[in-house]
């Protein structure tokens, strides 16, 4: 028995999109889903049983910071990341390539690997397949990445095809190194940029690899929207039906509906935390920016059609209030309804699957933020 | 019937100290009582759920600070403080008397009141009785505080009999300019410093006008514990026994039991939320400072006598590991275990005064923290 299994239950007959369910060593969940992302071990200021109420099931952690601070070996000797940071739900590591390209200028791409200098220190470090697989077996999360290269937007074809040729040996190399296959997962990713016949030999060589799901990686990195989705339409159709598919980076709500009709299955992205954090909110209405001078009086909840134990409980007032003066309590709040918004949408998703009215429910959901208008706002 | 009411339940035959019940428009809370503070309408990190799961009955909340953020009439069209930050225990506001003396430079003190600057912005203000009621009773806390002089240690004779002398005066017009006596309790504080017979005619003054409870100020501003301990030993039995008694900012644990064998029924301090923030933890081996290099790889809790949430279920390491990277979350936790830790020490003073071995539990404690030493380090 694989350690994770993806079980198809129906397809949207309006757009194809999949409703499904995952299942870990630690639980299963439904899918479309949205993974918040708890980089150094905690989704910033959320408690786990925080995340639990909020109905996430499954988080992702970033194996490039966790083996900076605290080290993979003090995770592991913690007894797994599970352990070290109280989350009994499902739990899905990076490979730490997406931080190497993204947050180190000094990095130096070799066939065995890539030598590049620590964020923080400054240190020389070097991250390959082997060492990926590695780290994050120390860590034990359920869903293991494949250490990939992810290059820019855009690149060259010439760059792209070498790349995920490279991509390609790496995962092979991945799937030799890692050592836990009976309780943790290992996902290969699918390179190729914008490129379909790039895309189609990097899905062809990585299927032959029989993996037990398959991130699309290489989007959400500065390419237009049309792209992404351009990108979706023709590199879902290569993926197995009975595997997990898993867009990587993908967190804003017209995306998050845009890929589940492409037939995506999972996504994570920091925007919902990274923006609560700047005390901007999601809502029905769009984008709500509590400092705004204009909520200093405005006694409603952030968003008047939402459930959440922030919307139930505390006004815009108060949350301006608290995100002015700098207050942690105030960012917990905006964090924890961005996430419940998200959550929320997602399950708003799965249902119109479940009534084949997915397409519908776009519509509804684009008309309602004025996003088919051309040259329309980003949600 | 006055919105605050004192009752004594039973005195500690071995210390005379009091175990009593304060009741208040919102609930009641046991006494001796430690209050967890709240400055900006909120215990810094803490969501009220939590305050209440630990047993908090009783916050205060800083008058001076929510009168510059967000302004008291902000909180007042919110339907009071009570309803602002989403707290149904009970509230008492200090007058911000002590926050003009302490945060700042410039003040000038007169009769009227006393002006001064903004530390925030550094615009002119002016605060006095009638202002500082005028505040309070838009907040709507249970419990108000009258406006005083707080004098630094230490200060001449002179110098503290005519600043005692116009805090009387300020409490008479305090009295006068209370707008809401039928729901909110406003305390007398008495002054005086270390003069026995300043403390004597504050008690006087004070009690004449008939309050519902009486703060003891001016301790706990740096003079040595003997002296705060010698300055309760005569001021306590100058008050009256059907009234509460509140030992204003003290909050370490040897002062919070010498308090209560003195007689003191209430407490607070921002020590606890302080330290916890700066990774620093009270425990029943003493002071832990969880960011230190030895608790990278110690899993036990902060404390193994604790049974709070924090304790049963995280780790040193794993609260180091985010004390470090400066997560929220690291501070939630120190925090909670540490309002945690002197919640539980009140109710072991409670139950020692139940029991008439409160002096008995003194010895225990000091002996255990070594605090009977001489030279001992503060706690």
Redesign the interface.
């Given at each position: 028995m694989p350690a994770i299994r993806y079980e198809l239950i129906k397809t949207c007959k309006q757009t194809g999109a999949r409703l499904g369910r995952v299942h870990t060593p630690h639980g299963s969940f439904e899918t479309p889903m949205f993974m918040p992302v708890g980089t150094?071990?905690?989704v910033?200021?959320?408690?786990p049983e925080e995340l639990k109420q909020m109905g996430a099931d499954i988080i992702l952690s970033n194996t490039y910071h966790l083996w900076l601070?605290?080290g993979e070996d003090?995770v592991e000797?913690?007894?797994g990341l599970h352990k070290?940071?109280?989350w009994d739900g499902s739990i899905l590591t990076d490979s730490g390539g997406f931080q190497v390209f993204s947050l180190s200028d000094l990095r130096d791409i070799k066939e065995e690997g890539v030598h590049f200098r620590n964020h923080i220190s400054g240190e020389k470090l070097f991250l390959s397949p082997e060492k990926a697989m590695h780290i994050q077996n120390s860590l034990g999360a359920d869903i293991m990445m494949a250490f990939d290269e992810c290059p820019p937007y855009p690149a060259s074809h010439e760059y792209m095809k070498s790349s995920v040729e490279r991509t390609s040996r790496w995962a092979e190399r991945c799937l030799e190194a890692h050592q836990r296959p009976h309780d943790q997962g290992l996902f290969g990713i699918i390179q190729g940029g914008e490129y379909e016949d790039l895309r189609r030999q990097s899905a062809k060589d990585l299927i032959s690899l029989d993996f037990p799901g398959y991130a699309i990686g290489g989007l959400s990195v500065g390419e237009p929207k049309d792209v992404m989705n351009r990108v979706l339409d023709f590199t879902t159709p290569l993926l197995p039906n009975d595997k997990a598919r898993y867009l990587m980076g993908v967190g804003s709500p017209d995306s998050l509906i845009d890929g589940s009709i492409r037939g995506v299955d999972m996504f994570d992205c920091v925007l919902p935390t990274r923006i609560a954090r700047n005390g901007t909110c999601m809502t029905s209405q769009g984008r709500l920016v509590v400092r705004n001078a204009k909520f200093?009086?405005d006694?409603r909840p952030i968003d008047e059609n939402c459930d959440c134990h922030t919307c139930r409980?505390?006004?815009r007032?108060?949350i301006?209030?608290?995100v002015?003066?700098n207050?942690?309590?105030?960012?917990?709040l905006t964090t924890y309804h961005n996430l419940y918004f998200l959550l929320k949408l997602m399950e708003q998703v799965r249902q119109a699957i479940r009534e084949d009215r997915l397409g519908d429910f776009r519509e509804e959901f684009f008309e309602q933020y004025g996003l088919n208008k051309p040259n329309a706002k980003n949600f």
């Open positions: 150094l071990a905690t910033k200021t959320m408690a601070r605290p003090i000797e913690a007894g070290f940071m109280n200093a009086r006694f409980n505390y006004s007032a108060y301006r209030h608290l002015k003066a207050e942690t309590f105030g960012f917990r």
